[in-house]
C-alpha cells in the first residue's frame, strides 16, 4: 500500500529568515519525528494492513522528517538530492490523514455489532416497562369497575358476577405478565450471550496476528509477564524459544511479498502443530521473528521440541509460481531461573537465538543463566 499519492510527491523547503535560525527548528523536527516513532510503537492490526507495516511506515517518515531520507514510495537513488532541509510536508499529511481515517474506519466497524445489541437490549426493556404500566391501567380499571357496581347497591348476584369477571380479568392478566416477563427474560438472556460471545470474539481478534492467526506481540507482552509471575509463585519449569526464520529478506527480494507471506503461514502451520497443549504459547513477535513460552516444560524437554519444529520447518515443500521454496529457522532457548526477571529471562533467549544465527542458522543453541 502506498501513502504517497502523485500530487504530493512535491517536496516542500522550509526556508530560514532572519527571525528563525535551524537551531531552532530543530526541536521542532525532534518532536515530529517522535511522535510519529510513538504513533509506530502503538500501532494495531487493521484491516489489510497489519501493525508490523504501519510501524515500518513509521519510522520510514519519521527518518525522513528528522535526517532527510527518503519518504515511503520515493526513489531511493534521489536520496542524494534531497537537502536537509526539504521535507514532503504534504506527502506526511496525507499519510498521517488516511491512517487515522482507516483507524476510525476500524473502530467504528468492530463496535457497530456491540451497539446493536446493546441498543436492542434498551429497546427491549424500555417495551417491557410501558407494557407493566398498560397492565397496572389494566387492573386498576377493573377494580374501580367493581367498585363503581359495589356502591350502585346492584342485587347480590350481580355483584358476585361482576366480582368473578374482574377477578378473572386480573388473573388474566397476571398469567400474561409472568409470561410476557419469562418470554423477554429468555430473549434479554439470549441477547446478553450473544453480546457476551461477541465481545469475547472482538478480544480475541484484538489478540491475533491476523496474517499468521498467532497471536501478536501485544498479547505475547501480557501473557509473558503473566507467565513469569506465575512461575516464580510455582516453583514450575517454564521455557521460552525465540524463532527466526533464517533469509527470510532474501525471500521477500527474490519473490515478492506474498511468497514471504505464504513462509509465514506455513511456519505458523508448523507451530500449531508441534505444540498442541493449550498451555503452549505462541506468537509472531515481529517480521519474521516468533516467540514460544512452555509452561511447566523444562529444558530437556524444550529442547526435543525445538528439534521437531526445526525438522517441521526443513521439511517444508512450498510451490510459489512453479518456483520451490526452502525454508530453515534459527532458535533460542531459555529456561527461567530462580536469579531471572523477566528482562533477564527473555534477554538470555535472544541472545542465544543470536549465536544460532552467528553460528551459521538452522540449528537452536540454549542460552545459559548469567
Known amino acids: 500500500m502506498s501513502w504517497d499519492k502523485k500530487s504530493n510527491q512535491k517536496t516542500l523547503s522550509i526556508q530560514a529568515d532572519n527571525t528563525a535560525s535551524p537551531a531552532m527548528a530543530d526541536p521542532a523536527l525532534d518532536t515530529a519525528g517522535a511522535l510519529l516513532r510513538i504513533w509506530g510503537k502503538h500501532a494495531f492490526d487493521l484491516d489489510q494492513l497489519d501493525a508490523r507495516t504501519i510501524k515500518e511506515l513509521c519510522e520510514t517518515w519519521a527518518r525522513h522528517i528528522l535526517v532527510a531520507a527518503p519518504y515511503p514510495g520515493a ?10 532541509a526539504e521535507r514532503n510536508w504534504p506527502g506526511l499529511r496525507d499519510f498521517a490523514t488516511q491512517l487515522r481515517k482507516r483507524e476510525n474506519a476500524y473502530v467504528t466497524s468492530s463496535l457497530k455489532d456491540i451497539r446493536q445489541v446493546l441498543g436492542d437490549l434498551v429497546n427491549s426493556l424500555g417495551k417491557a416497562l410501558i407494557e407493566d404500566q398498560e397492565e397496572q391501567v389494566e387492573i386498576i380499571n377493573q377494580i374501580n369497575h367493581l367498585k363503581d357496581v359495589i356502591d350502585s347497591n346492584a342485587p347480590l348476584e350481580a355483584i358476585k358476577r361482576e366480582a368473578t369477571e374482574v377477578i378473572s380479568a386480573i388473573g388474566r392478566i397476571a398469567e400474561f405478565r409472568q409470561h410476557t416477563r419469562q418470554t423477554m427474560l429468555g430473549a434479554l438472556t439470549d441477547k446478553l450471550q450473544s453480546l457476551r460471545t461477541e465481545l469475547s470474539e472482538a478480544r480475541r481478534e484484538m489478540e491475533l496476528d491476523p496474517l499468521t492467526r498467532l497471536y501478536n506481540r501485544k498479547a505475547f507482552d501480557q501473557h509473558f509477564l503473566r507467565t ?32 514471504g507471506d505464504l513462509v509465514l503461514k506455513s511456519f505458523a502451520n508448523c ?3 508441534t505444540f498442541p497443549r493449550r498451555s503452549d504459547f505462541v506468537a509472531r513477535y515481529g517480521g519474521e521473528e516468533f516467540a514460544i513460552v512452555l509452561q511447566e516444560t523444562a529444558a530437556d524437554a524444550a529442547r526435543m ?26 532458535i533460542g532457548l531459555a529456561e527461567l531461573s530462580i536469579t531471572d526477571d523477566a528482562g533477564s529471562w527473555l534477554q538470555r533467549a535472544d541472545s542465544a537465538l543470536y549465536r544460532a544465527k552467528e553460528n551459521g542458522r538452522n540449528q537452536l543453541i540454549q542460552g545459559f543463566n548469567l
Open 75 to 84: 526513489d531511493p537513488n534521489a536520496a542524494e538530492s534531497i537537502r536537509d
Open 305 to 330: 521440541l525445538g528439534g521437531r519444529l526445526l525438522q517441521a520447518i526443513r521439511n517444508l515443500r512450498l510451490n510459489y509460481e512453479g518456483r520451490e521454496l526452502r525454508v530453515t529457522a534459527s
Open 271 to 273: 507451530c500449531t502443530q
Open 228 to 259: 513469569f509471575e506465575l512461575s516464580k509463585l510455582s516453583s514450575q519449569p517454564v521455557c521460552l524459544l525465540m524463532v527466526d526464520l533464517d533469509h527470510f529478506k532474501r525471500i521477500n527480494d527474490q519473490f515478492g511479498h506474498l511468497a
